[in-house]
């Protein structure tokens, strides 16, 4: 649809205004993209593959198309099908949220070959920010500090030794078409050089079918700071302050914050100015985050995520801004709906995210059927999900469950709020992480602000996760078996009578 | 009463725990195994009836339980937690849960059939066969993992004990068995 506004200082305006829009993905995004959607009065569809037929998207969506089942390569991350899809039902725009096929620069293509608007840069800019190596050369050029590293592929060979001592170790072997912290591998020596090319080779091949991979220095512990960014098509690009998300296991993220202790009105403004210099180098239209490694006071460039990323709310907790409805908007042509200077951080926020993952059996992922959920509310409180009572977690996806966003007037309101959140969070059912984001938030180096990506590792947190596990356990044990007072299971469980249980036991009356 | 569940007081036992050494305990006849579940999560402990302590991961706990009204008080340590039940759900420090538990298995029962050097495995409990491990032909050894088998919500493995081939295998992926129901074949030689 094509609205005709009024002349505008001589201009006709036109303004493309979204009839209806596909939600290309799954989980707690396809929700929250399908929420933005609704509030701006857009009609909203959803895919979905056979395991996620009983998800919480579809039931939201007002339309939705099964993409049959198998692995994601025949649905979510099928180009044909979904064009195909996108056909049939007159979709006239398309989110791809995060994951899945959101940083390829080939379906955006399709996507707008077919006259869709794609929600997200065009197919241009995430092809340059996709190739680490012409990304950190753009970076270069706007003057953002990067590490040390090669500019053009390296393989396991001489020559790599060569390009490794003259950048000093240790070093980094990144995958060229990489992100997300896979592929990475790390040499402390030289005799660990090539072993760590040819891993890091190998797994970029299997995980972004290029076995480019280049070296840079690798920076130890560092802070990981990142900054969001959003542009519209007339050339406003404005930056929404950093995010520090350097509570990580295996560089995966899983407590994130805005803003970051560690950054100063100034450095900001300054990184922030950077960022958007080279979002507008790249003609960068909507949202995108730039991500950095800090330490010492020195930023150092790591990475360009051309889409939404899984922690944009607290940014929006602490800037008022709806990401993804301004994402919405500039990809329908609007200016941003606030400029530079009207951005203001206001307060601090902790997303917590409520993965599927057992801390007490080194983080796997665990399954099963949502019997109760149990969500905490109050002042500042949020959780982003797609789970509902009685839903059961497929197997084939990732094992994000929901966020948990927190928002105080100070770093040390949010964490006490987020403490006492998530300890009234339950999701009965799955094994999740709960504790770990229990025992993390009161560490009391957490507290401090002094942390860094290797920070599980330093304060040994795990063991003390099991022992806080332990405590309840033998706390319910006792209550149950020594007042001989017993909760008999839930469901069918008639095989107690046969199970040579105490005869003492009674039931509870 | 204390008061429960304050960041500072996780926070002070996470500073504790720093500066702790564990020395494993010796613990006596009288500690018991119980297999757990919390929250889909399967643990074990060890429990002394006539002391009420128990044990887990080399600590010993002594549990006091203090009884206000329908809640139960915890206390473990410097630690304290609330029990409740309401509408058949258990709650821990008001948060809802579930928790089983029962005593850890019995020693496999066996039934060797004279010298004949056949050995049959029979299922130490009923429950529901999920997962089988091996297929007719194949040598195991003593030890080995032949089946799931999930009985109170909990993944019980079915271990060999002896060495053999897998002669004939008497139940199928899903199917309800009860205690002492024949599972498995095992013979001492290869048949010719």
């Known amino acids: 649809m094509i609205d005709k506004e009024k002349p505008f200082l001589g201009y006709s305006v036109i303004t493309i205004v979204f009839d209806k829009l596909l939600i290309a993905n799954r989980g707690e995004i396809a929700v929250r993209v399908i929420r933005a959607a609704k509030s701006l009065g857009i009609e909203t569809v959803a895919i979905y593959s056979d395991q996620d037929k009983s998800s919480k998207h579809i039931q939201l969506a007002d339309e939705s198309v099964s993409l049959g089942g198998g692995p994601a390569s025949k649905n979510y991350l099928n180009i044909e099908k979904i064009i195909e899809v996108a056909q049939v039902l007159n979709i006239d725009s398309l989110h791809p949220g995060y994951g899945f096929l959101s940083e390829s620069s080939e379906f955006a293509h399709a ?3 077919q006259g869709i608007t794609w929600v997200g840069p065009n197919s241009k800019s995430i092809k340059l920010l996709g190739d680490k190596i012409t990304a950190r050369d753009l970076a270069e050029k706007v003057g953002i500090p990067t590490t040390k590293g090669s500019d053009k592929p390296v393989q396991a060979t001489e020559e790599a030794y060569e390009v490794a001592e003259k950048i000093g170790y240790p070093v980094i072997v990144k995958a060229r078409a990489g992100g997300g912290g896979m592929g990475m591998q790390v040499a402390y020596a030289k005799e660990e050089l090539l072993p760590a090319i040819e891993k890091s080779t190998k797994q970029s091949l299997a995980a972004f079918g290029n076995p480019e991979v280049f070296i840079e220095k690798y920076i130890e512990n560092p802070r990981h700071i990142e900054i969001q960014f959003i542009a519209d098509s007339k050339g406003n690009i404005v930056h929404l302050g950093e995010r520090e998300c350097s509570i990580q296991r295996r560089h995966q993220k899983l ?10 009105d100034e450095e900001r403004k300054q990184i922030g100015g950077l960022v958007k210099k080279l979002a507008k180098e790249v003609q960068y239209v909507n949202a995108g985050t730039a991500e950095f490694l800090y330490k010492d006071g020195q930023f150092y460039f790591n990475e360009v995520n ?13 800037t008022g801004v709806d990401l993804v409805q301004e994402q919405l908007k500039v990809a329908m042509g609007n200016k941003l709906s606030f400029r530079q200077n009207e951005i203001k951080f206001n307060g601090h926020a902790i997303e917590m995210r409520i993965n599927a993952e057992d801390p007490l059996t080194n983080f796997t992922p665990t399954f099963g059927t949502v019997r109760q959920l149990s969500i905490p509310g109050g002042p500042g409180v949020r959780f982003d999900t797609h789970l509902y009572s009685g839903y059961t977690i497929p197997r084939d996806y990732d094992s994000l469950l929901g966020k948990l966003i927190v928002w105080g007037r100070t770093r040390k309101e949010s964490i006490v709020r987020a403490f ?8 009965v059912g799955i094994p999740t992480n709960h504790a770990f984001h229990r025992v993390t938030l009161a560490n009391k180096r957490f507290h401090s602000g002094d942390i860094n990506t290797n920070f599980i590792t330093e304060e040994n947190i795990i ?6 596990f332990n405590r309840r356990v033998a706390a319910l044990f006792a209550n149950q078996f020594m007042t001989r007072k017993v909760f008999l299971p839930i469901r069918e469980q008639s095989n107690w009578k046969t199970t040579a249980l105490a005869e003492s036991v009674k039931r509870w009356s | 009463m204390m008061s429960k569940g304050t960041i500072e007081r996780s926070m002070e036992a996470q500073e504790k725990k720093k500066s702790e050494k564990i020395k494993p305990p010796t613990l006596s006849k009288d500690f018991l195994p119980y297999d757990i579940n919390l929250n889909g999560r399967n643990m074990s402990l060890l429990f002394n009836k006539n002391t009420g302590e128990i044990s887990m991961d080399d600590k010993v706990y002594r549990p006091v339980i203090e009884s206000i009204g329908k809640d139960n008080i915890v206390i473990i340590g410097d630690h304290s937690y609330k029990i409740s039940k309401s509408e058949g759900t258990i709650y821990l420090d008001g948060r809802p849960i579930e928790f089983t538990f029962i005593p850890s298995l ?7 059939s004279g010298g004949s050097s056949v050995e049959q495995v029979n299922a130490p409990l009923p429950g529901i066969v999920v997962e089988i491990l091996v297929k007719i032909g194949d040598k195991i050894e003593e030890g080995q993992k032949l089946l799931t088998l999930e009985a109170m919500k909990m993944q019980n493995e079915i271990i060999s004990q002896s060495s053999g081939y897998i002669d004939r295998i008497l139940v199928k992926s899903s199917d309800q068995v009860n205690t002492d129901d024949p599972l498995i074949v ?5 048949t010719v």
């Open chain 1, 111 to 113: 996507i707008t070959e």
């Open chain 1, 420 to 427: 006492h959140a998530v300890s009234e969070l339950a999701i």
């Open chain 1, 306 to 318: 051309t889409r939404i990323q899984v922690e944009h709310p607290v940014t929006e907790m602490i």
């Open chain 2, 186 to 190: 095992i013979k001492k030689h290869k």
């Open chain 1, 255 to 264: 407590v994130e914050e805005a803003t970051s202790v560690a950054i100063t």
């Open chain 1, 463 to 468: 063991p003390y996760i099991r022992e806080a």
């Open chain 2, 106 to 112: 019995p020693k496999l029962k066996r039934k060797t």
